[in-house]
């Protein structure tokens, strides 16, 4: 039996996941990995995907899904009702208030140092932001146009909905390599944050490598950065590279530390 179908099929629903965090999406993530035979696997295979379809449950059944939703809705009522006071006891205000303590709540299980703090650490700046828009829109201040603050809360809901489940997939995406190793595959695992700001891991073979962004560094020839590339396996660079001062590239760049 060819596995390749049911690793193709987890790698899309974590795509799908990364794309729109919903809890339909979670839903085909924690189908797509429940349908990995677990008979040819290692013990160590199977306790990362029954900890990963653990975590995805949490995840699907987060309550701040709720609170985004709700936010959503009372902020289209207040656009379409217009600006009023008393600003803080508004039912906007009130439900971005709610969304945003859940956030905090969410990152406070984390070291601050952690990828999992820094998604929810983008969820409680997204919806500070908020905080400020809603409360621009309701005095009427003219820099918070209905525009604005429909993209200040579509940025929020995406970063809240992002943090929910970026613990999850991160177990998923681990579980995804583990498996797919045992199965006998080629395996070029996806991206999985490292400890340290602007680096990754990733397994490719049957070794993992390390990622590394450094810092601009004229002395260096590397205006831009270096990316630094090393084997967990023999402790050695095997890529050294200054990146490219292309603003596409370094965007392109930007964005992959963002996701990750």
């Known amino acids: 039996m060819s596995h390749f179908p ?3 099929a987890v790698h ?5 996941v990364a794309t729109d965090t919903t809890p339909a999406t979670l839903d085909q993530l924690d189908k797509a990995l429940a349908d990995l035979p677990l008979t040819e696997v290692t013990d160590g295979a199977e306790q990362s995907v029954r900890l990963a379809l653990e975590m995805i ?3 699907r059944d987060h309550e701040l899904f709720r609170a985004v939703q709700e936010m959503q809705e009372q902020v289209t009522a207040m656009l379409r009702q217009g600006p009023r006071t008393p600003v803080h ?3 906007a205000m009130r439900a971005v208030v709610q969304a945003l303590g859940l956030c905090y709540a969410g990152g406070k299980d984390w070291d601050s140092d952690s990828a999992y703090y820094r998604a929810w650490d983008r969820a409680m700046h997204a919806g500070t932001y908020m905080v400020r828009a809603v409360s621009g829109f309701l005095y009427a201040e003219a820099e918070f146009t209905p525009r604005k603050v429909t993209q200040r809360a579509e940025e929020f ?9 970026y613990h999850a997939r991160d177990l998923a995406r ?3 390599v583990m498996t797919a190793y045992d199965y006998g595959l080629f395996v070029i695992g996806t991206r999985t944050s490292g400890r340290e700001p602007h680096t990754w891991t990733r397994r490719i ?3 993992t490598f390390r990622f590394e962004v450094t810092p601009p560094d004229l ?13 967990y396996k023999t402790g050695q660079r095997v890529h050294d590279l200054a990146l490219s001062t292309d603003p596409k590239r370094g965007n392109a760049v930007a964005d992959a530390l963002f996701l990750i």
């Open 6 to 8: 049911l690793i193709s």
């Open 12 to 16: 899309a629903a974590l795509r799908a």
């Open 57 to 59: 449950g949490h995840a």
């Open 89 to 91: 006891s508004h039912p």
């Open 157 to 165: 809901s995406a970063a809240a909905r992002r943090a929910i489940a």
């Open 174 to 176: 681990t579980a995804l």
């Open 205 to 207: 073979g049957s070794d």
């Open 219 to 231: 002395h260096r020839a590397a205006p831009a950065g270096r990316l630094i590339v090393t084997s």
